[in-house]
């Protein structure tokens, strides 16, 4: 999508199967009702919602703006510094509000996932908190 590349409409029109993230018609080509016009009747479709968590990191770059900028804001308006900010997220003392931002999140994925064959909220909820989630490069390696 990003590359606005024509999608393969001869290869559509043969699928046996068509696993999708619903997209909206402002999508254009790549809108979930125009795709589906070129599929087979006898096509297997399964669809998965957006996956969206905003509670994974503390801020991030989220189009236009900086996600979780409100909390460093509000510490900025409360009169701390900035090296007192800086030595606050360094020393994790900064609440990133992470329960809420999470509970949001699965929300708005409960609606997503209310146009799809596929549900996750549930299995996100009862699962997240059974494994460690490690991010170093040698885990990842394995």
């Known amino acids: 999508m990003g590359n606005r590349l024509p999608l393969p409409?001869?290869?559509?029109?043969?699928?046996?199967l068509f696993i999708y993230q619903p997209l909206?018609?402002?999508?254009?080509?790549?809108?979930?009702?125009n795709?589906?016009?070129?599929?087979p009747a006898a096509c297997k479709k399964?669809?998965?919602?957006?996956i969206y968590n905003d509670a994974l990191?503390?801020?991030?770059e989220d189009k236009d703006k900086i996600a979780g900028e409100e909390i460093i804001l509000n510490l900025i308006e409360k009169g701390h510094s900035l090296k007192r900010i800086i030595n606050m997220f360094c020393t994790e003392e900064i609440d990133f509000?992470?329960?809420?931002?999470?509970?949001?999140?699965?929300?708005?994925?409960k609606q997503h996932e209310a146009i799809?064959?596929?549900?996750?909220?549930?299995?996100?909820i009862k699962k997240y908190k059974q494994r460690e989630i490690i991010f170093d490069s040698e885990s990842s390696n394995k």
Do not use: C
Not at 24 to 29: D, E, F, M, P
Not at 116 to 124: A, E, G, M, N, R
């Open 9 to 16: 409409f001869d290869l559509l029109k043969k699928a046996d």
């Open 24 to 33: 909206k018609n402002k999508h254009g080509q790549y809108a979930t009702d």
């Open 35 to 39: 795709v589906k016009n070129y599929l």
């Open 46 to 50: 399964i669809s998965f919602p957006y």
């Open 57 to 60: 990191w503390p801020l991030y």
């Open 97 to 109: 509000e992470f329960g809420r931002r999470f509970q949001k999140s699965m929300e708005i994925l």
């Open 116 to 124: 799809t064959d596929l549900k996750v909220v549930d299995y996100i």
